[in-house]
Structures are given as C-alpha cells and as structure tokens.
C-alpha cells in the first residue's frame, strides 16, 4: 500500500523528503556506522545535530538572544504543570479559557496557585476566541496564558491580547512553525511537536530569560526546572536523540522552501480551498466561527451523525485518512498541517463534492 494523505490532528503527516532522509540515515548517520537511536546523547555526532536544530529554529522563528530554547520531554501536557511551578511568584495567573486545551492547563494551574479564568468561549461550545480587547488582567498575575490555536475546535486567535508587562504564555502545539510569529511579544512559547514539527516525544519551549529563575515553586522537580534545562542546554539527562533528530530534517526542509513566510503562503492557500468550499456548500458546514478559523485544524458537519459515519469510512477508500472529528465536535476534522500536500487538501475537497452531490 502506497501512502495516504493522512489528515490526523496529531501524530500526524510529516514532509516525505524528511522521512526518505532519516530512511537514508537509518543504519549509518553521516558515516557514523550507526542510527542517531543507537548513539549517546554526548557524542560528537549528536552534539552537532541538537546544536543545528537549536540554531535552525531561532533563524526561522528569529528568537531573539535572550530566549532559551529547550527540547523537553512530557509532552505539552507536562508544560501544563512545569509553567504554574517555574512561573507563579505571586501565586497568581490569567488563563483564557478557548478549547480543551487551555481548559486542562487552566485546571493544572489550580493545584499549584491561584489561576482564575478571565474570559472563556465554553459557552458556544469553544467555536470562537474570546474577545481580548475586553478582558481586564489581573496586575499582579504571573503570567497571562492562552492556548493560541485550539486543535480540536479549529481556532485561532485573530489577535494576540495585549498584557502590558505581563508574560504571555501560549501553547502553540498545534501551529508551531506554520507561519511567522513576532516571539518578543511573548514570555514563553511552547509546544509539543508531534502536531507539526516532528516525532512525538519532544516538546519545544521558547523561554525569556528573566523567567528562567531560581525562586520556583519549590516542589517543582529538578527535571522540570527551566533552570536545569536551560544551564544544561537539554542535556540534563537523556533528550529524546531521535526525535530532536528529525525536527532538525523538519528545521531545514521548512528554510528549504522560504522559511516562515513562504510557510504561512502555502498554509494559507491550502485552507482557502477547504474554506471556500465549505462556504459554498449546501451539505458541509464548518463548525469555528468565521472570525477565528485555524489555518491548521478545519472541523466541519453535516448535521446528520449517519452521514457524517459514511463520509468517514467512505473517504478512506479516496486514500483520505483520520478524518474523523473529535468526540467533543463530532463530524470531521481535517488536520492540514505543513506537510500535508496542497494535492492532499484538493482530494479531500473532491470528494466532499463528489459526495454532496451523492447525498443531495
Ligand atoms: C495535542 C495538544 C496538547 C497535548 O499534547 P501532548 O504532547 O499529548 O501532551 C496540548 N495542547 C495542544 C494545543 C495540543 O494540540
């Protein structure tokens, strides 16, 4: 069987020069005589694959010198508990409330402080960003944090809430690197890669350096210490080797094709075709409120939970693969991170109609 294009909200599709690249290194990375699996994390070899990641990312992203850049394990659930623990000094912090996601970080945060939510879209079923411009921060909170593009329910924020002088922390796991974003507006940025960089098992955390601080919570396990991570560069204990491996493939595929720009065109042609279709069409519906969609993540309906059962397994047989929606939306969900081919979003959007036109 050949590949599919393979719309999973996460793992998911990753570039097909990347995979035939670690394919070519598999038994003998750079004449190594050996896999990247197989060698230690303290090698030569290795210290230059993370040390090129780590230089490739802050050219595409440009993060500015005083940020760390971590490669952590936990999955961005870990993040979750390591943020309230490394970045709560008053105890206090903001949590916009717009998805599943930024709702469990919400609840993390109550165990180690006092996290109040100050604005939530839970109302209409998370289809909508709240509206940042009206929402009053607390002055002595922590940390303002958001959940910038919400995977399940396919939003994004329109803009970024302005906190003045409070850190924002955003949880970018199912955007990262889908086009460019300004990283001094930010006081840490984090996500896990397995949405759109690369493997599952890293998590990548952009870190200001004023909040990479000694007087933590002092419970916070010293693995889970921006400070350990940051003074050991990753390397307090063993990284997950491989998959910082192929995020690096991913780091120069996307500077390969232009960068973050070049990235942000084609995210934004491949959505408006999916778009401009469900606009049209008089059997599928997108759930997210026009204001807000995702350029990553495009939930949408027939109304009628039978039909949408048969497009599922119906679209399997056209190579279109995990597109099943998320239970808390139902329908579908058509992940169309970087790497899914623009060819990929045409055959979906194909068959919607093949299928409209069957079911009309
Ligand atoms: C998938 C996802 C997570 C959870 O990631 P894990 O690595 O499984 O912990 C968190 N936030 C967002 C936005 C996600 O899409």
Redesign the pocket.
Known sequence: MGRVYNFS??PAVLPEEVLREAQAGMLDYNGTGMSVMEMSHRSAAFADIIETAERDIRDLMQIPDNYHVLFLQ???????AAIPMNLMRNGKADYIVS?S??K??FKEAKLYGDARCVASSEDENFSYVPDVDAIEFSPDADYVYI??????YGTKYPKLPDTGSIPLVS????MFLSEPIDVADYGVIY??V??NVGP?GV?IAIVRDDLVREDVNPLTPTIMRYTTQAEAKSLSNTPPCWGIYVCGLVFKWLKGLGGLDAMKKINEDKAAILYDFLDQSKLFEGTADASCRSLM?VPFVTGDADLDALFVSEAKDHGIQSIKGHRSVGGMRASIYNAMPKAGVQALVDFMAQFERDHS
Do not use: M, Y
């Open positions: 909200a996460g936990g999955g961005a659930t870990q993040q979750f998805g996601w930024s469990k970080a959940c910038q593009n919400e995977t399940i949880d970018v796991s199912s996500g896990g397995q949405k599952a998590v993540n």
